[in-house]
C-alpha cells in the first residue's frame, strides 16, 4: 500500500495530442515550480504526486480540476483492504454510501459488476449501511488502472481553467480596488501569466493606494509565483487637469486620464512582448465605463488588444469571486483614492471630441514614461 495523490484536469483532455502533451508539460512544471520536493508522473488524463505533496498549493494551481490523496495497492488486494480502508475513513458513523467506479484498460469485468460486488462486500461488513446512489452521505471511490488500483473518498475542488502560460503573457492594470485583481485572476485562469502595473498619477495618489496595490498583487501570488508590481509614475494628468480647468472642460478629466493609462501599458506591454491588456472595467458601473466612454479609452490602445472579462458582470459577482480568491480584505483596505476625479465626470464623451481636445492640449506632447 502507498499513499499518492490523483490530480485531475479537464480541459487539456480535449486537445489534440501535440497540444495535450505541451499542455501536460506546462502543468508538470508549474507543480514543481511550487512543489519542488514532490514527485511527479502523468498518465493520459491523470497526474500523479508522491512525497512532498503540499494540498494547500497544489488548489491554487491553474489547469487542476480537482484532487485527491489515495491508497495505491494491486487489484488483487481490493477486497482485503476495503473493509479496512473504509473502517479508516469513517464509514461506520454513515447511514448510506455509494461505490464510484471508474476503469482503464482491458478486464473481464465491467465497472458496473465490481461496484455492486464491492458494495455488497461493505453491506456485509457494515450491516446498517444502506445504498445511496444520488445523495449518500458517503463516497467511496475506486479506480482500476490495468492491474492497480487506487482508493479514495474525498475530491477536493482545484483552480481549474488552463495552466498558467499556456496562452501568453498580459499587462494587467492593477489599482488595487476589487476589480482589477479579479480581471487579472480570470486571465490566469485561462493560461496568461500577468504583468501586474500600476500607473501613479503625481500627485493625486499617494503612497496608501500603491501600497493596496502591492498588497493585492502579493495575493495574486498564490496562483502566479514571483508576480511582481510595476509601478510607473507619470506627471501627465497635473498638467493635462490643468489646461482642461482652463478650458472648461474638467468634466473629461477621467477621459484624458484613463486614455494616458492605456498609452502606457500599451506601450509596457510592448517593451515586455505582452500579447494586450487586461482591466477590471465593468460596463456601466462608473462614469468611465459607459459605453461611450469605453469606446473612447479603447482608441488610446489600438496597437493591442483589450481584455475586459468582468464587462457583464455586476459588482457583487466581482466580490464573490475576489472572496474566493483571497483578494477581497485588501482591497478594501484603507487608501486615499484618486484626488483628481471631477464633481461632474462625463458619461457620454465622444471620440471626435475627445481627439480634437487631446490635440490642443500641450500636455499631449508629454513622451511616455515607459
Request: charged share 25%; net charge neutral; proline share 4%.
Amino acid at each position: 500500500m502507498k499513499n499518492q495523490w490523483l490530480v485531475r484536469y479537464s480541459e487539456i483532455f480535449l486537445k489534440s495530442d501535440p497540444v495535450r502533451r505541451q499542455w501536460e508539460n506546462v502543468l508538470i512544471t508549474n507543480i514543481r515550480e511550487v512543489m519542488p520536493g514532490a514527485h511527479v508522473r502523468n498518465e493520459r488524463g491523470r497526474i500523479w504526486l508522491d512525497g512532498d505533496v503540499k494540498p494547500d498549493l497544489l488548489k491554487n494551481i491553474f489547469g487542476i480540476v480537482s484532487f485527491s490523496e489515495v491508497e495505491h495497492i494491486r487489484l488483487d488486494e481490493i477486497e482485503s483492504h476495503l473493509p479496512d480502508y473504509c473502517r479508516r475513513h469513517g464509514l461506520q458513523t454513515a447511514k448510506t454510501f455509494a461505490i464510484k467506479m471508474k476503469r482503464v484498460g482491458t478486464h473481464s469485468f465491467s465497472s458496473n459488476d465490481k461496484a455492486i460486488e464491492y458494495g455488497n462486500l461493505l453491506r456485509k461488513e457494515f450491516p446498517h449501511l444502506k445504498v445511496n446512489l444520488a445523495t449518500p452521505d458517503k463516497e467511496i471511490h475506486i479506480e482500476i488502472r490495468g492491474n492497480e488500483a487506487y482508493l479514495y473518498d474525498t475530491v477536493i475542488k482545484g483552480a481549474g481553467g488552463l495552466p498558467l502560460g499556456v496562452e501568453g503573457t498580459l499587462v494587467a492594470l492593477v489599482s488595487g480596488g476589487i476589480d482589477s485583481p479579479v480581471a487579472a485572476w480570470m486571465m490566469m485562469k485561462r493560461g496568461c501569466r500577468i504583468l501586474p502595473l500600476f500607473v501613479a498619477l503625481d500627485t493625486f495618489l499617494d503612497e496608501t493606494t500603491i501600497a493596496r496595490a502591492q498588497r493585492v498583487v502579493e495575493e495574486l501570488a498564490k496562483y502566479q509565483p514571483g508576480i511582481e508590481l510595476t509601478v510607473i509614475s507619470d506627471t501627465y494628468l497635473a498638467a493635462a487637469k490643468e489646461e482642461l480647468i482652463r478650458r472648461h472642460l474638467e468634466k473629461y478629466t477621467c477621459i484624458f486620464c484613463k486614455r494616458r493609462m492605456y498609452r502606457i501599458a500599451t506601450a509596457y506591454a510592448t517593451k515586455m512582448g505582452a500579447k494586450g491588456i487586461v482591466t477590471g472595467e465593468s460596463l456601466g458601473q462608473v462614469a468611465s465605463q459607459t459605453l461611450d466612454n469605453l469606446v473612447v479609452l479603447t482608441d488610446a490602445a489600438s496597437d493591442v488588444p483589450i481584455y475586459r472579462p468582468l464587462i457583464g458582470f455586476d459588482k457583487e459577482e466581482a466580490i464573490r469571486i475576489a472572496s474566493e480568491i483571497g483578494t477581497f480584505e485588501q482591497s478594501i483596505s484603507h487608501a486615499s483614492g484618486c484626488k483628481a476625479v471631477p464633481k461632474g465626470p462625463s458619461t457620454k464623451a465622444r471620440l471626435d471630441t475627445i481627439r480634437e481636445i487631446e490635440s490642443k492640449l500641450e500636455a499631449t506632447a508629454m513622451p511616455l514614461p515607459v
